[in-house]
């Protein structure tokens, strides 16, 4: 109890939350701020902290894992405060179209990682993998805090298919 105390206190005083609370109401606020704390909360403060206190992912992501040729059928951009990709374009029939991505969803989780625990490489080549291998994605869809978790089979995209991108786009990468 006493960690989980610090612990929201630490988050309090790094996002200038004011903690003036009975004590007994210390220990339920605090449970409350680490229970209701959104990915994104937690990537912004880690993105304003120190450089060098980055959190590891929970599984380091290995080019040995994920060197086949199926993706996902996604562009990805990286927002620029919280470096959490962003769905920039998909491919119509793609596995993320598919399954009812949309252009504007945040991923915030792929498999077990946290996005904000992984470098943009590393989110790049987690989508990669053999074509039938599956990948977990959670996202976040206009800043609701509910996120939307799917389950997707990474396919083979054969190039003709960077002809039908939603919405059509000059320029495309292909994670």
Known sequence: MYFLLNLA???????KLNLNLKPTMKL???????????????????????????????EPVLERDHSGPGR????????????????????????????????????????????????????????HGEPGTSVELAVQRDGNPRFIIRALERRVIPIGSIDNILPPTDEVTVP
């Open 9 to 15: 206190k630490n988050f309090c005083t790094e996002s």
């Open 28 to 58: 339920f606020h605090a449970a409350c701020l680490l229970v209701l704390m959104s990915p994104l909360a937690v990537a912004q403060s880690t993105v304003s902290s120190d450089a060098t206190t980055k959190v590891p992912p929970v």
């Open 72 to 127: 996902i059928g996604v562009r990805l951009v990286f927002d620029k405060d919280t470096g959490l990709p962003r769905i920039a374009a998909l491919i119509r029939g793609g596995p993320a179209s598919d399954f009812g991505f949309r252009v504007g969803d945040i991923i915030v989780r792929i498999d077990k990682n946290m996005t904000y625990t992984l470098s943009q490489q590393e989110v790049e080549l987690a989508l």
